[in-house]
């Protein structure tokens, strides 16, 4: 495994202070490419996504650890005045700070951008909010599901009869802290360049709305607004999810050589003559007609069948896997985005790999997740607090060590 000194993110110094995930998911992906990332945490809970475990599950919650491997954990009180000095001292070592509170909170407590580019002139600050750092609802707290729909994808996302649903997935957080990460390091570039610092700011209602070019270019050149399709493509048909004899397959008829060889493979040629298919914007007008004589087709064999038979067409399809398929397909864990990583319990656990490769390796922190605080006398050590002063603000409850 490459070691962190090689990463290259190895000189790197981030001071997070954000919970439960888009933060997280930022400070994550800067671990994984060698930074040195400091958790800040409340205590006696510290980030409440250690609580977010289902019955059964370890006192550790999977999903903190997953995203929180990597990362050393400083337990500090920010509402004392000797708390956030202990905030400013460690922020004057560091190159980034992260930070998802409501806008103005970070201001109020002496700890926003202009406060702490005093101390250190060459930070790179980066704040992400709920809807933005403008207009008028920017006072507003951000949640995943209400940015979702807020920005217009939960209404394009459902069955083709219009009953909507939420994309399973956690889009807003998972895409804020990942346009986080790639504004911190284009902001160390230009770092590198000037020696200036940036104030970085991303959103969860910027990070949905960017999911959204299909749909607003419809909008924005004819104002049509779009509905649920279920599985299907705006633009595209056949291209979407098809039900076979025992299960699903995801099926891509992206243009028309791909359809002659959809046609063909399913052992159809009339299809060819009806005018309801004759070219890509036929068929797309009459998707749900095309939809029930390609889904009557596959029944007639496996989706294992119709895999094999379309992947030597050289046509664009897959399986429609569930978690534990995905999880354990040898190609995701050939790409290394299934990784062992250390278990602060000792041992290791399974997690998702960093998605980039550099030279041919994908690197990732291997160390585990913290518990809070537990890396408290570390840290402060490390930025000049003495054995002592580290004794007082335990004893003062400024500060927290496991």
């Known amino acids: 495994m490459t070691e962190r ?19 997280p998911i930022c400070g994550l992906m800067l671990a994984d490419m060698g930074a040195d990332v400091i958790k800040i945490e409340k205590f006696p809970g510290g980030d409440d996504s250690r609580g977010y475990a289902r019955p059964g599950q370890p006192a550790l919650a999977p999903g903190f650890m997953m995203l929180n491997r990597g990362k050393r954990s400083v337990a500090v009180d920010i509402r004392q005045p000797a708390g956030r000095e202990v905030i400013r001292r460690i922020a004057a070592s560091c190159d980034i700070v992260t930070e998802n509170y409501r806008r103005g909170k970070m201001e109020a407590l002496g700890l926003g951008y202009e406060h702490l580019r005093q101390i250190n002139p060459q930070l790179i600050y980066c704040s992400i909010s709920g809807y933005g750092p403008n207009g008028p609802l920017s006072d507003k707290g951000g949640f995943d599901l209400v940015l979702q729909a807020f920005s217009g994808l939960v209404s394009i996302t459902g069955s083709i009869d219009g009953e ?9 957080d998972i895409n804020a802290g990942i346009l986080a990460a790639l504004g911190c390091v284009t902001a160390y570039v230009k770092r590198l360049r000037t020696g200036v610092g940036s104030k970085v700011e991303t959103s969860l209602l910027q ?32 291209y979407q999810v098809f039900r076979c004899k025992d299960g699903a397959i995801a099926l891509g008829g992206a243009n028309q050589a791909n359809w002659l060889r959809i046609v063909e493979v399913l052992g159809q040629p009339e299809w060819l003559q009806d005018e309801r298919f004759r070219d890509a914007r036929s068929r797309v007008a009459n ?42 397909h040898e190609q995701s864990q050939a790409i290394s985005m299934v990784v062992d990583v250390d278990h602060a319990d000792g041992g290791t656990t ?10 041919g390796v ?41």
């Not at 909507?164 to 807003?172: M, T």
């Not at 038979?309 to 399986?319: E, W």
Request: hydrophobic share 45%; charged share 20%.
């Open 5 to 23: 000194s090689e990463l290259p993110l190895a000189s790197v110094r981030v001071l997070e202070m954000c919970q439960i995930m888009a933060g």
């Open 164 to 172: 909507l649903a939420k994309p399973g997935s956690s889009i807003a």
């Open 207 to 238: 990070a949905s709305l960017q999911q959204m070019y299909w749909f607003a270019a419809s909008y924005f050149s004819s104002g049509e607004v779009a509905a649920p399709m279920g599985t299907a493509h705006p633009l595209i048909a056949p």
């Open 287 to 328: 998707r749900r007609a095309l939809q029930e004589l390609v889904n009557a087709a596959l029944s007639r064999q496996t989706a294992t069948y119709w895999v094999e038979k379309f992947d030597l067409a050289g046509v664009p399809v897959g399986p429609v896997h569930d978690v534990k398929e995905a999880m354990e």
């Open 350 to 359: 399974r997690s998702l790999g960093l998605p980039i490769h550099f030279d």
């Open 362 to 402: 994908a690197p990732y922190a291997r160390s585990a997740a913290p518990y809070v605080g537990q890396h408290s006398h570390e840290v402060l050590s490390e930025c000049g607090f003495a054995d002592s002063e580290i004794a007082s603000l335990r004893d003062a409850k400024v500060i927290s060590e496991s």
